[in-house]
């Protein structure tokens, strides 16, 4: 069998294979940064997985938001070692929400992202002692 009928053959035998097992490469969602406009537009509840930046090791907690058509806001964030609960005021700056200034506190910067019809809040904060964390939040029942 010459090399080209054998590189052939192979190939056929790894599609079926392949087919045969159900291995299906999952769709990732291409998420597209969307402009908040007003602060109602992602007034409501949202929950996902927050952690700390440079994530070295599988560390996520799960956090909860909810995000008044005021502005205002408080999470909760279940960990490990107990809950961490806060809560402030988000000003709309440049299609993103910002928590409001104060010398006590840390800051965060709230980004809508859509793709296929569903929403994603990420998350960028520092905290006052300048740990960095993450978070990715899906509305309540999405």
């Keep these: 069998m010459g090399k080209t009928l054998r590189f052939i053959f192979v190939l056929f035998v790894l599609t079926i294979l392949t087919a045969c097992t159900g291995v299906h490469l999952p769709e990732t969602p291409s998420w597209k940064e ?11 509840k949202w929950e996902g997985t927050t952690w700390v930046e440079p994530q070295v090791a599988r560390q996520d907690d799960w956090v909860k938001v909810r995000i008044s058509e005021d502005g ?3 999470f909760a964030s279940y960990r490990m070692t107990g809950a961490w609960l806060g809560n402030g005021n988000l000003l709309l700056e440049n299609g993103k929400l910002v928590t409001e200034s104060k010398p006590d506190t840390g800051s965060a910067t709230f980004t809508l ?5 569903k929403r994603m809040l990420k998350v960028q904060g520092t905290t006052k002692t300048g740990l960095r964390q993450a978070a990715e939040l899906t509305p309540l029942g999405q």
């Design 113 to 117: 992202y859509e793709s296929r019809g």
């Design 72 to 74: 205002r806001f408080e």
């Design 34 to 44: 969307v402009p908040i406009m007003k602060v109602k537009d992602v007034a409501g």
